[in-house]
């Protein structure tokens, strides 16, 4: 299989403790991207990587969560102190830029974190 | 303001008709682009069909067709001849500018296709 994947895909964790969440990319992609889904609505941005640089980093995205993309390959989102709140649908897409189809971002499973 | 709005939360749509999910967007950037993902509920986006805002014509993916009103700032996706697989929740979503590779999601609309 090709695709982006995700791991873990469900995580259960008590409030307080730090959880990561690994994505690896299709292999070719350089960009890679960090959302967050809560019940009930889209996607919403949380960060991105060009490479191994990290290009933008949305408000949502506070003190307490990190990312990082060490070799320009596979990334981590950790988040510190988890709190309920936090609690969502962690999606993971990569893309390669081209013409004609916008940058289309190739998704993931997902990473479902729950924050009892 | 919303920059990507889907007014309609939920369809119910008789198998093997067209039906027609509305978007509605709002940017002043001249330059954007506009996608329709697919989220079955194995929870995975698959990207439809994107429209880039110079683009000339509709765009088209087999089934799936992009109807582009610029001047109304719509982008609603047209389904013909809809599948029992086509039940799934739409979102439609916009990156602004060239250089800003974010994409700003909609909230959604839950299709159901009937048999």
């Known amino acids: 299989d090709t695709g982006v994947s995700q791991n873990p895909r469900h995580k259960i964790t008590k409030r307080g403790q730090n959880v990561t969440f690994r994505c690896d990319p299709i292999?070719?992609?350089?960009?890679l991207y960090w959302y967050r889904q809560t019940l009930g609505q889209g996607p919403e941005f949380l960060t991105y990587f060009q490479n191994e640089a990290q290009l933008e980093k949305s408000r949502l995205l506070s003190d307490r969560f990190s990312a990082e993309r060490p070799k320009g390959s596979f990334s981590t989102l950790e988040i510190q102190r988890t709190e309920q709140g936090d609690s969502a649908m962690y999606l993971c897409?990569?893309?390669?830029?081209?013409?004609?189809?916008?940058?289309?971002?190739?998704f993931g499973p997902g990473t479902r974190l729950t924050v009892l | 303001a919303q920059k990507i709005t889907q007014t309609q939360p939920g369809m119910f749509v008789q198998e093997k008709e067209a039906v027609t999910l509305d978007c509605t967007y709002d940017?002043?950037?001249?330059?954007?682009?506009l996608f329709w993902y697919k989220q079955p509920s194995s929870g995975e986006m698959i990207f439809l069909i994107y429209?880039?805002?110079?683009?000339?014509q509709n765009a088209t993916e087999g089934r799936y067709s992009l109807n582009f009103q610029k001047a109304r700032k719509s982008a609603n996706l047209v389904i013909s001849a809809s599948q029992l697989g086509d039940s799934a929740m739409y979102f439609c979503?916009?990156?602004?500018?060239?250089?800003?590779?974010?994409?700003?999601f909609g909230k959604g609309t839950r299709l159901h296709i009937l048999p």
């Open positions: 897409a990569s893309s390669f830029p081209r013409t004609g189809r916008g940058n289309e971002q190739f």
């Open positions: 940017t002043s950037d001249p330059s954007y682009g």
């Open positions: 429209q880039g805002s110079y683009d000339q």
């Open positions: 979503a916009m990156r602004e500018g060239p250089g800003d590779d974010k994409i700003i």
């Open positions: 292999s070719e992609h350089n960009r």
